[in-house]
């Protein structure tokens, strides 16, 4: 009598059966990693805090509460920021299969573009 048991379920495999907690985590994967993309490419491109606050027209603390997360980062203001960078953002939402519980926007195929050169995050 050879019976497989079940892998025992991790306490965040618990909490994502719950819809709720499971789309709070998608939001927060995805606000993480847009926070860590705009701030990575601050970096490649050698521009501070200040110099994009510059050229947003608003000030350095406006920028810092937005990049530390002590600001709701809207869809515009992502746009705003990749546009006086040179970049656009492509999504290419992919659907979730089985019960993997990697939501963040990496596996969900986000590239950032700029000009004809493409970065894909999907590594």
Do not use: W
């Not at 805090?49 to 980062?73: H, I, W, Y």
């Amino acid at each position: 009598m050879n019976t497989k048991k079940e892998p025992e379920k991790t306490l965040l495999d618990k909490y994502l059966e719950d819809p709720e907690f499971a789309r709070m985590m998608a939001q927060g994967d995805l606000i993480m990693e847009v926070t860590e993309t705009l701030c990575e490419l601050l970096e490649n491109e050698k521009i501070s805090r200040k110099e994009l606050a510059d050229r947003l027209g608003k000030t350095k603390g406006f920028v810092s509460q937005l990049l530390n997360g002590g600001r709701n980062l809207t869809l515009r203001t992502v746009a705003d920021i990749l546009h006086v960078l040179g970049y656009k953002v492509t999504l290419t939402p992919q659907k979730i299969h089985g019960e993997s519980s990697d939501t963040s926007a990496r596996s969900k195929g986000v590239k950032v573009t700029k000009k004809a050169q493409v970065v894909n995050l999907n590594t």
